[in-house]
């Protein structure tokens, strides 16, 4: 527990509050709040993500400088998609070129979105000297197994009659031959690694179209033809690339983002780590974890997934084995006490805890957390 006057060095390691506050301005929030109340606490701030949505805002927060591109959106529409690139590492957040964000209001193409755009990022910090490169996957609005971002990488996926197949996972089912000959021979020389907090597999009962396609707007009808086309994928590509391309379609992760954790195993020989563990590795948390004393994590809504490898889970598992007390902020609060003191979490404040009306934590969640924030410091500081 926290020694109530003795902690003097905080580190704040949160997430985005989705909807609402970016992580870099969760912090700043959250520091204001614990200002306000001990105006001589020290207070380090490193924004965190899981490698979903706001991956790169927060590897930008971190020291990484920001680089645009445009690149070919989930529609296949143009779009302006950003990466973040420090020495030869880049953080790629495959959501900003082929994320549901970028679809318009209502709008989903569960059958035809593509993750073309996310192939023309990597060649982007390729072009811009990355080596190494963190390949941040959610929030896709997409089920395509990485179809897209191979073909723009120069992998060539054809029918029968020998015609390039069309974007989108439901084409799959038409694939006939691939070849990889053609592939950015800069890849060989690259290491990826996938990061991720899920791990379903490609194809099945907890595959890729079975449990996220309902989310980007397929029907059963659709989610069963995606299923369907991604067993013709794997089974191509375990035809042409040997038996470990097949075997892949069943690994930790190859499920990801609508399959482009299976592209990324097997033909970017990458490998596959939860999200928030390579992030917090990349952001430099262990060395700002030992110079603190306590360390508060959050997101907009913790809840049963926060606890699944989500990013306050990450950070509260590394505290713990620290000896770092860890306390939490959200916007809601789901979890019951135990769960909350088993995952590492001493205690959470909520928003609604202020406010009970969710629209309104959502459209004031600034001032409303550096209230939370600074009955956090009163209360245990």
């Not at 209502?106 to 190494?132: H, K, N, S, V």
């Not at 713990?320 to 809601?332: S, Y």
């Amino acid at each position: 527990m926290t020694d109530t006057g003795t902690i003097t060095r905080v580190l704040i390691a949160a997430d985005k509050f989705k909807g609402s506050l970016t992580a870099a301005e969760v912090a700043r929030h959250v520091a204001a709040g614990l200002r306000a109340a001990r105006p001589a606490l020290q207070v380090t701030s490193l924004p965190v993500a899981d490698g979903g949505d706001g991956t790169v805002d927060a590897a930008v927060a971190g020291g990484f400088t920001a680089h645009e591109a445009e690149v070919t959106g989930p529609l296949g529409l143009p779009v302006t998609a950003r990466f973040a690139l420090r020495g030869d590492t880049a953080v790629i957040e495959m959501a900003e070129a082929s994320g549901l964000r970028l679809l318009p209001p209502f709008t989903f193409a569960p059958m035809t979105a593509t993750t073309y755009g996310t192939g023309e990022l990597i060649t982007a910090a390729l072009d811009a000297g990355a080596r190494t490169i963190v390949l941040g996957v959610g929030g896709s609005a997409t089920t395509d197994g990485g179809a897209g971002m191979l073909t723009a990488l120069g992998a060539r996926l054809c029918d029968a009659e020998g015609d390039p197949l069309p974007h989108g996972g439901g084409p799959l089912r038409e694939l006939a031959a691939a070849d990889f000959s053609g592939l950015d021979p800069r890849l060989k020389d690259t290491e990826f690694i996938l990061a991720s907090d899920v791990d379903n597999p490609l194809t099945g009962p907890t595959g890729a179209a079975a449990v996220y396609g309902p989310q980007k707007g397929a029907d059963p009808v659709e989610v069963e033809a995606l299923d369907a086309a991604l067993t013709t994928y794997a089974r191509v590509l375990g035809e042409t690339l040997g038996e470990r391309a097949r075997t892949l379609a069943q690994a930790p992760g190859a499920g990801a983002a609508g399959g482009i954790g299976y592209g990324a195993l097997v033909a970017l020989n990458a490998t596959f780590r939860p999200g928030i563990e390579v992030l917090l590795e990349v952001l430099g948390f262990p060395r700002a974890l030992a110079a603190a004393e306590l360390v508060i994590t959050g997101e907009g809504s913790l809840d049963e997934q926060t606890l699944h490898g989500k990013a306050p889970a990450g950070v509260a598992a590394a505290a713990r084995a620290a000896g770092k007390p860890v306390l939490a902020v959200c916007g809601r609060l789901a979890i019951e006490p135990e769960a909350l003191h088993a995952a590492g979490i001493e205690a959470a404040y909520p928003l609604t805890g202020l406010e009970p009306d969710p629209e309104v934590c959502i459209a004031q969640a600034g001032p409303l957390l550096e209230r939370v924030a600074r009955t956090l410091a009163e209360e245990r500081l």
